[in-house]
């Protein structure tokens, strides 16, 4: 007689709560604390007044965090959630919270971000409980003041992270937990590039400068002659500009577009120099005329128009890539 086979318990689907996010405020973009701050609501919609999941979240990569919870609260299921139940239990928690992020001023001030508030639940894995997003009332407060950036995208979405740890349960011999998290993630754009003037105008002015260095005598040897002059102020007046952009975007080890310009206007500045000493030597060998011809004509329209043109590409390359 053959024995009747085992029966198997299907696993039970983990229990869920509708949780949604509304962001009221965004302020404190500051790129050289490498921060943001950010005001809103979660709340949650459960079936069970058992499941309470604004207690055991955790908001991930903060580095101050303000919150305030209110009370859970009976409510008619007038929606259709969670159909089989008449009444739901909602809740819902402020926070203020200064979160870390890295910049990337690579492309400043045409740089594009993406902001992510993320939220995980702390307590159970997800074989036990996991975020069912709230898509329909999640969002963001239109009459936000971003000073000069604006809100391009908004999204809401569930992952479940695993953890390449047992955290010690001595029951486990492999890792095997994975949490439920809900991710924010806000596209962010400017739309005020006037800082962009503000920054380049100076290095733009100094090797205006420096180009007019081609319109002076090469003849004059002393160390007070304009065209050296001309030459040391340019070059000073770029390297202090380049010291200041710092001040607005912070320090970073990226080659910014703002670096890249400053970087190209002191190198043709030593070109010039370069191109100062060559003139002046032309000119002692009996050939002043040439010289002349030479910085006038030739050196001046290269320089200048080059400038331009790279100028032009690196300013182009940065609004596409953003």
């Known amino acids: 007689m053959l024995?009747?086979?085992?029966?198997?318990?299907?696993?039970?689907?983990?229990?869920?709560?509708?949780?949604?996010?509304?962001?009221?405020a965004?302020?404190?973009?500051?790129l050289a604390e490498k921060s943001f701050s950010a005001?809103?609501?979660?709340?949650?919609?459960?079936?069970?007044?058992?499941?309470?999941?604004?207690?055991?979240?955790?908001?991930?990569?903060?580095?101050?965090?303000?919150?305030?919870?209110?009370l859970v609260s009976i409510s008619k299921n007038l929606t259709g959630s969670f159909s089989t139940k008449e009444?739901?239990?909602w809740s819902q928690i402020r926070v203020n919270a200064i979160f870390s992020y890295s910049w990337n001023v690579s492309n400043y001030p045409f740089d594009r971000h993406t902001l992510t508030i993320p939220i995980q639940e702390a307590i159970q894995d997800t074989s036990q409980f996991v975020y069912?997003?709230?898509?329909?009332?999640?969002g963001y407060q239109l009459s936000s003041d971003l000073d000069g950036w604006k809100i391009a995208k908004f999204k809401l979405t569930e992952e479940k992270v695993p953890y390449a740890t047992t955290f010690g349960n001595p029951e486990l011999t492999s890792p095997q937990n994975s949490y439920?998290?809900?991710v924010v993630s806000l596209d962010l754009q400017r739309v005020k590039l006037f800082s962009f003037f503000k920054l380049t105008i100076g290095v733009y002015i100094a090797f205006a400068v420096a180009m007019l260095s081609f319109f002076y005598d090469s003849?004059?040897?002393?160390?007070?002659?304009?065209?050296?002059?001309i030459f040391i102020g340019s070059l000073f007046a770029a390297l202090l500009n380049m010291r200041v952009q710092e001040t607005v975007i912070g320090r970073t080890e990226d080659l910014t577009l703002i670096d890249q310009i400053h970087i190209a206007t002191i190198l043709y500045i030593f070109g010039a120099g370069v191109v100062a000493v060559y003139s002046r030597l032309t000119s002692e060998s009996g050939q002043a005329k040439y010289a002349k011809r030479l910085d006038r004509r030739f050196f001046f329209?290269?320089?200048?128009l080059s400038f331009v043109v790279l100028n032009v590409i690196a300013i182009a390359y940065a609004i596409i890539m953003g």
């Open 3 to 24: 024995a009747a086979p085992a029966q198997t318990t299907a696993p039970q689907a983990p229990l869920t709560c509708r949780v949604g996010v509304y962001v009221t």
């Open 301 to 304: 329209r290269l320089f200048t």
């Open 39 to 70: 005001e809103f609501w979660v709340w949650s919609v459960c079936p069970s007044e058992t499941l309470k999941p604004l207690k055991s979240f955790k908001v991930l990569n903060v580095k101050k965090l303000k919150s305030s919870y209110d």
């Open 132 to 138: 069912t997003p709230d898509f329909d009332h999640s």
């Open 26 to 30: 965004l302020r404190d973009l500051n």
């Open 219 to 229: 003849k004059e040897t002393s160390l007070a002659s304009p065209r050296r002059a």
């Open 87 to 89: 009444n739901l239990y």
């Open 180 to 182: 439920s998290r809900l």
